[in-house]
């Protein structure tokens, strides 16, 4: 998500210019896949240049019942103005919205941090995850453990649910 932006530095305050994002040579963080289509545009300002980028991501996370991995697709609208380092506090030099001395300007950590803050708190595979059983530790998605019934169904009942199932 690298763009060299040595010419429009030079074009007059309001200069935009649009790209299509290439899927294939994205350059994001590993983890973080971008989906076809998207585009960015980046405007001469007066100090800078604004970025907005308009993407959708697949990332990986683990659901936080069943600790499964599944994939998270994320829709990203990302605005961030970019300066030149030249025209920064030594203190931001290594900000992620620094334009660096060969002037590329690179979305990767911005995108990375938006991912980051997009993902659910408690990320689920599926609303109705069943989790992992607390007394085996089997994921109870895909197996039917019965400790469960051991534990809360008194014998006598047990003999009826037998009865039941039959
Ligand atoms: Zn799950
Ligand atoms: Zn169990």
Redesign the pocket.
Known sequence: MIFNVSQLLNDPIGSARQYPLDAEDSGLDSGIALRAGGSTTLLRTHQGIWGTISLSVDTQVSCSRCLNIYSVCLDLEIEEEFFRKSDIDEYDEFAETVIDDDNILDFSEIIRQYTIAGLPMKPLCELDCMGL??????N?NK?D????QRNNIEPRWSNLLHLAQD
């Open positions: 059983c607390q007394l085996c530790g089997e109870l197996v453990c019965i400790c469960a």
